[in-house]
């Protein structure tokens, strides 16, 4: 799923002269009528360098929680994978050695997979008016499933016979 930042582009002037903001960077305010450079709602003054600025840093923001979405959710299927071959492995008649890998497998992915889950948590979300107009934020409920099915991972591998 890719990330639309040409909402962004587009919340500006582009007619051959410098860009000009045409939304506060601190409130977010719609500043595309206003007759001077601070911002009627909060008193904030806008320069076009500060908007550029902020631009970048919502874009790598944006950029952080896509990434963090896509890696997350991959951990999860992989997570469901092991923990369906440690199922299978359970069966009788499975090789001692097959068993031992499989705990391992189950140990090491779950780790990953709760690491992955907890940094998840850490991916900051974009300023309100920002996740209105690119339809992105983070999933903290994606988080805590990753946190939650790398625990059993690893309560799987390490508890179960």
């Not at 930042?5 to 939304?23: I, K, Q």
């Not at 904030?44 to 360098?49: E, L, P």
């Not at 994606?142 to 390490?158: D, E, Q, S």
């Amino acid at each position: 799923m890719p990330i639309h930042t040409d909402h962004l582009d587009r919340m500006s002037d582009a007619g051959g002269r410098p860009e000009e903001p045409t939304f506060c960077t601190v409130c977010g305010y719609n500043l595309k009528d206003a007759v001077s450079k601070r911002c009627p709602e909060c008193g904030h003054f806008i320069v076009a360098k500060e908007w550029e600025q902020q631009k970048r840093k919502i874009k790598a923001q944006a950029s952080r929680i896509e990434d963090t979405l896509l890696w997350v959710g991959v951990a999860l299927k992989v997570a469901g994978v092991v923990f369906a071959i440690r199922v299978f492995v359970l069966l009788p008649g499975t090789p001692a050695g097959l068993v031992g890998l499989s705990r391992l497998a189950s140990v090491l992915c779950g780790v990953g997979v709760a690491f992955l889950g907890l940094g998840a948590f850490r991916v900051g979300s974009l300023p309100d008016w920002a996740q209105e107009k690119m339809n992105i934020q983070p999933k903290p409920n994606l988080a805590l499933g990753a946190v939650l099915a790398g625990l059993a991972l690893i309560a799987a591998g390490a508890f179960s016979p």
